[in-house]
């Protein structure tokens, strides 16, 4: 039974930065395709960034765009979300998620299949 760890998550100034790790029990890791998502109190869990099983492709939502970045380590079984320039609207919890059954990214919710518990982050003013 494959896992997902998350951690990294903390309290923050507005204008630093923190770097989430999603760390994967077992073998196949490296067929998944990754993302990260999050979701604030009273909202819906919202795309944030997602990532191909090599690596090579990556997307991120338009409002972390040129913020956040989305990166793996295939030998290490780890996705990382690099945020930068974090503001309060960055507050929420980040969960890492896997679409098992292909190595493509997405955009969508609904194509992962494997979530981690989470991790709260927390940007203040």
């Known amino acids: 039974q494959v896992q997902l760890v998350e951690s990294g998550g903390g309290l923050v100034q507005a204008g630093g930065s923190l770097r989430l790790s999603c760390v994967a029990s077992?073998?196949?890791?490296?067929?998944?395709?990754m993302g990260w998502f999050r979701q604030a109190p009273g909202k819906e869990r919202d795309f944030v960034a997602t990532?191909?099983?090599?690596?090579?492709?990556?997307n991120v939502a338009d409002s972390v765009k040129g913020r956040f970045t989305i990166s793996r380590d295939n030998a290490k079984n780890t996705v990382y979300l690099q945020m930068n320039s974090l503001k309060p609207e960055d507050t929420a919890v980040y969960y890492c998620?896997?679409?098992?059954?292909?190595?493509?990214?997405?955009?969508?919710?609904?194509?992962?299949?494997?979530w981690g518990q989470g991790t709260q982050v927390t940007v203040s003013s």
């Open positions: 077992g073998r196949t890791f490296s067929s998944y395709g």
């Open positions: 998620a896997a679409i098992t059954r292909s190595g493509s990214y997405s955009r969508l919710r609904t194509a992962y299949d494997l």
């Open positions: 990532i191909t099983w090599s690596g090579e492709g990556t």
